[in-house]
């Protein structure tokens, strides 16, 4: 009793006078109370929330690879976070070296890829400083004198991105030659009652040697649930007929299944934060680690871009590409994401044809009223190679939609590298259906559109504002429909975005349109 009196009494003197007592379980059993909050904002991905109650631990390795093995650097069960990874090897040459991280269990790794791709040294350049929200990496370019210390070792390499885990990690080294090295990885251990996000940390690497005009440059796809948090893009310049910047930008395609939007880039430079090109800064959020300017039209370089404050989320899919030249390419995605989410399956249009360009988007009635040719040519049931309009002969362009997406941006080629604004292409495919019914087109386009079936005239869009959905009602006679589309590109909110999300939802009457198809993964 005595000892329960003279604690409570010492609990209350420093409560009032202002002393905050520490966290530990007192002589009497109870837990005093946690001055922190329950979660807090991580700083390199701040809209990931993690827990403030855990231990502290650090798991050393040495690695010594034999040839064609690999080694675990870190092995643990139960819930947790790794909050930073450390490497060093004694070898400057580690191409060869892989890295693979797997947590709960996962059947697929959500990171297999070349280390040193993973840590943002692309293209096989020279080792560079690299300082950033996610990755710090430090070459050791000044000791040459010192018979102990390998002259040609590799930098000190480090990640920041938080790797949450609900059952465990398991972060191993691959390597094809022996390597010598050593790594350090600090990471948060949970209680098992600790509630943990559902977002886990996933990367992908993407490569083109050398990438084509034809099809857009993938940096991340991906289906479900969560969050782009950043990317790293190398370029080697190949076409020395125009600037590499000169390929109109990215393009961000999100939620195609269940709310199309889009982000529209602008130039390479621009869309990593800089202007009237690189020069060699580096910040948390941007920068650009390694420039070898060659001249106006011969630039190589390593440019990043995270997007702590303003990350780019997505509920059911994700198509991050840039438009292509043909140089080389490499980049790698960082993004959390909710495993195992499904993507909803919706009816879309999988085959299309395109037409274009015209010069008739700049002004809105003219849009409508020309074409009436050109639409009768493309509603036949069957058509040729190329159409006519007027005296000009022009090829037709197949196309694959991708989660309902129809991408027109990479069709034309030229500087800029993108169709000019002001113009218009035709679009078109076919419906198939199992009897005459009414269905609803989904379709989301930015500025105007004029829809088409079986060569009459069904609406007329105009989303001049920006990108934006409107459903159509469209009454189908049983057999074969053919479905055209009109649409043209103007300077908006969303300039030069050329694309067309279209969909088909559930029908008003009867079965489902035949031609249904499950998307692919």
Known sequence: ??????????????????????????????????????????????????????????????????????????????PGCVRHVWFVFAEKDIDDLEIEITVDGAEKPQVRMPFRSFFGVLLGFEDYHLNN???????????????????????????????????????????????????????????????LTPLRFHAQRNIALPATTSKPFPIVETQGTGFLAGYIMGWRQKDNRDMVFHNSGTRI????????????????????????????????????????????????????RFFGPDPVMFKSSLLFTSNARPDDYESVGYLYQIPETQKPRIEVLKDWVAVGLFPDGADFDKFQREGGDIVQQLSQPTIANSI???????????????????????????????????????????????????????????????????????????????????????????????LVIKTNNRQNSDRTIWVVNCAIEAPTKSSSVLNRIRLKR
């Open 388 to 482: 006519k309009a007027g005296n000009r002969t022009i090829p037709l362009q197949s196309l694959t939609s991708d989660r309902g997406w129809i991408r027109l941006e990479h069709l034309i080629q030229h500087r800029p590298a993108y169709p000019p604004v002001d113009h218009s292409y035709y679009i078109k495919s076919t419906i198939q259906s199992d009897a005459n019914k009414t269905v609803t087109l989904r379709l989301a386009l930015d500025d105007w559109a004029v829809v088409w079936l079986n060569g009459t005239k069904v609406t007329t869009i105009n989303h001049a504002d920006g990108f934006d959905t409107k459903r159509v009602q469209l009454v189908l006679r049983k057999g074969a429909n053919q």
């Open 133 to 195: 929200a996610g990755f710090v990496n430090v070459p050791n370019f000044t000791v040459t004198n010192d018979p102990f210390i390998p002259k040609k070792a590799s930098p000190g390499w480090n990640c920041y991105l938080p790797i949450p885990f609900a059952r465990g990690c398991r972060i191993q080294i691959h390597g094809v030659t022996p390597k010598n090295g050593a790594s350090m990885i600090d990471w948060q251990q949970y209680n098992d009652k600790t509630a």
């Open 253 to 304: 395609l999100m939620d195609g299944e269940t709310d199309p939007h889009v982000i529209s880039g602008c130039n390479v430079e621009d869309d990593f934060g800089f202007s009237w090109g690189f020069n060699q800064y580096q910040t948390q959020w941007m920068g650009c680690p390694v420039r070898d300017n060659r001249g106006r039209n011969d630039q190589d370089g390593v440019y990043y």
């Open 1 to 78: 009793m005595i000892n329960t009196f003279f604690v409570s009494m010492l609990a209350a003197m420093m409560s009032l006078l202002g002393i905050v007592q520490p966290i530990h379980r007192d002589d009497v059993g109870k837990q005093q109370k946690s001055p922190f909050a329950a979660t807090y904002a991580d700083p390199a991905v701040p809209i990931l929330q993690l827990p403030t109650q855990f231990r502290t631990r650090r798991t050393i390795a040495n690695i010594e690879t034999k040839p064609n093995s690999s080694v675990d650097v870190l092995n643990v069960k139960g």
